[in-house]
């Protein structure tokens, strides 16, 4: 897998910067909802089962918004839905982080039913497009394991927020750790940018093929 960084036939500087991108994003994300469960439990007090449904109304939100997610992706592409999901959940984490380290006490009953609907609807749009951009951005030879190592940059992803959010939480403390992981969801977003949209990506040729051979255009 390390010669596909390497080679000039391996992944093209796009998909990298795509990787560095899902990596930033996937610890981002784990720095806020790996510690979310204890803020609410040890914390806060709140009983169990209360937060459990609260994590159930995120998973409803992921079911309810993947066919609205699956309409703005063949409307607007893959990136921009991506963007849109960076920049919603970037807003969502470091806006809950602020909060807690100016008034450090349980949000309103509606701010957390409506907060955890808007987790579970963003995740559904970054997740769809992280996936499809995926599969556009690498060349057909290298798409399976592309896929692959989406998922294993995921699973990283989360090791490394494990760690480093769990320590953060217990020194520094929620507000701080919160606020961590939207700016690195606003730096995952910057590097993002200098991705190039999956049907600049594939424009050209790919071992002497046309790139209408390689697959559809898509945004």
């Not at 963007?83 to 919603?88: K, N």
């Amino acid at each position: 897998i390390l010669q596909l960084f390497t080679r000039s036939d391996g992944f093209q500087k796009g998909t990298k910067r795509f990787f560095l991108s899902t990596l930033i994003s996937f610890i981002g994300m784990g720095f806020f909802g790996i510690p979310l469960s204890m803020l609410f439990s040890q914390e806060f007090g709140l009983p169990s089962s209360y937060v459990f449904t609260l994590f159930l109304l995120q998973h409803i939100g992921i079911a309810v918004a993947y066919p609205f997610a699956t309409r703005r992706i063949r409307k607007r592409g893959n990136r921009y839905v991506q963007m849109v999901a960076l920049w919603l959940r970037g807003g969502l984490f470091a806006g809950f982080g602020a909060y807690l380290a100016l008034f450090n006490q349980v949000p309103s009953q509606a701010v957390l039913v409506s907060g955890f609907v808007l987790y579970g609807i963003t995740w559904s749009s970054f997740q769809l497009s992280g996936v499809s951009l995926t599969s556009r951005l690498a060349r057909e030879e290298n798409r399976g394991l592309a896929l692959g190592l989406y998922n294993a940059i995921a699973g990283l992803g989360w090791i490394l927020a494990g760690l480093g959010g769990g320590l953060m939480a217990e020194h520094v403390g929620y507000g701080a750790t919160f606020m961590t992981a939207g700016a690195l969801l606003m730096i995952s977003l910057i590097v993002l940018l200098f991705v190039p949209s999956p049907s600049r990506a594939v424009r050209g040729t790919a071992h002497g093929r046309p790139a209408a051979s390689v697959g559809p255009r898509v945004r």
